[in-house]
């Protein structure tokens, strides 16, 4: 099988190996002459990063750098990017990397023609229509990790750090108008972040298939995102090098945010205060959390866990997917409980009660208020499955 093809799903991907060279010609394709390229501090320093800069600069583009962003990206940072997306003059954002600087980039290009903050534009009934739609500014997504998918997704998450909440900022057009997703890019990720991104892409497709909505094209992209991480997740993390792997999860990722506009549930619910919170990498809470919202939801999704083992070909319908996973998460790394993730019991209620709160906990298959929360979180804290 040929791994590089072009694709027009959900926006206009260009996939394979070798394909971040593309990069200069693919601003050109958008109108893009003036892109200011966001990135995270750490990736900044990566050669990688300067082969972009370089490349655009090679076309006589006007490039730019912003890294001053945060792991849970906040509104300060989409402010410090925005008044160096307006002062320079830009037309444009090259959003490199994993979700923070996809998302942070991705708003940038949101927020700097409009009048009102930030927060007036939150994922709330019709609010993104307060937006001057004609000054949005194209985008174009460069994933370099495998787990949050923002690269074909009309939204992002920031951190509002007054409440310590994490808000989803919405708009139809903060699709990027077009993505590079170069496998040989997410080859240098350390195993540890490569389980974390991996099992947050596991987690949007398995909520997406548990959401209890009508969303079938939806329900079937989260079945064979999910096949894919159960086929090569462990293979990325043991080999960074195994190109193969890295191409799979890539598309895995992909998926699972496609997958999850049918819905997510009280793994994101629980995951978002806590990140907000204690400032966690996003994946891999989802990835400690994971079974313990499993066993919660089991009354409602039992029989959709039978059908989902049966695709992926694990023995023992529900318990037997829950082993799998209980197995996967060991062999990876992945920490068994919130204590060992470093989390503290201090802040239970104030996590609860913003869970019961957050958007996805609406779609959770299961009625999820701040009892539930409290119930999960003291499970995840001890490991009581």
């Excluded at 991705?106 to 409009?114: D, E, N, P, S, V």
């Excluded at 310590?164 to 077009?178: D, S, W």
């Excluded at 049918?262 to 400690?288: E, F, Q, R």
Aim: a negative charge.
């Amino acid at each position: 099988m040929q791994m590089r093809a072009d694709w027009s799903y959900p926006t206009s991907i260009r996939f394979g190996a070798g394909r971040i060279n593309e990069l200069a010609d693919v601003c050109a394709s958008v109108g893009m002459r003036w892109p200011l390229l966001v990135t995270d501090p750490v990736l900044a320093k990566f050669p990688m990063v300067e082969d972009a800069l370089a490349q655009c600069r090679a076309a006589d583009l006007g490039v730019a750098l912003f890294s001053d962003l945060k792991p849970n990206p906040t509104g300060a940072n989409v402010d410090a990017g925005t008044k160096i997306f307006r002062d320079g003059g830009h037309d444009g954002v090259i959003a490199f990397g994993g979700g923070s600087a996809i998302d942070c980039g991705k708003t940038i290009a949101f927020l700097h023609g409009q009048s009102r903050v930030l927060w007036e534009y939150e994922d709330v009934d019709d609010w993104w229509s307060r937006a001057d739609s004609d000054v949005i500014a194209p985008v174009i997504a460069v994933p370099t990790t495998s787990g949050t998918g923002s690269e074909v997704g009309r939204a992002s998450v920031i951190v509002m750090e007054e409440t310590l909440e994490k808000k989803i900022i919405f708009h139809p057009q903060m699709m990027p108008a077009c993505v590079i997703a170069d496998p040989e890019l997410t080859v240098g990720m350390p195993p540890i972040l490569t389980a974390g991104v991996g099992l947050d892409a596991f987690a949007h497709c398995l909520e997406a298939y548990c959401a209890p909505t009508f969303h079938p094209q939806s329900e079937g992209i989260a079945l064979e995102g999910m096949r894919l991480v159960k086929e090569t997740l462990s293979d990325a993390v043991k080999d960074g090098a195994d190109i193969t792997a890295r191409a799979k999860m890539l598309v895995a990722a992909s998926m699972g945010a496609v997958a999850f506009q049918k819905g997510l549930g009280a793994i994101h619910s629980l995951s978002h205060p806590i990140g907000a919170i204690y400032d966690t990498h996003h994946g891999m809470t989802n990835a400690v959390i994971m079974p313990y919202v499993l066993a919660f939801n089991r009354k409602a999704i039992e029989e959709k866990i039978e059908r989902l083992s049966a695709f992926l070909g694990i023995d023992g319908k529900f318990d037997g997917l829950m082993r799998w996973l209980i197995d996967l998460r060991s062999e990876i790394n992945v920490p068994h409980t919130l204590q060992e993730f470093g989390v503290d019991d201090a802040q239970i209620q104030k996590i609860s009660e913003m869970a019961a709160l957050d958007p996805t906990a609406v779609t959770n298959p299961v009625k999820f208020d701040a009892i539930a929360a409290r119930g999960i979180f003291e499970a995840a804290y001890v490991g009581r499955l």
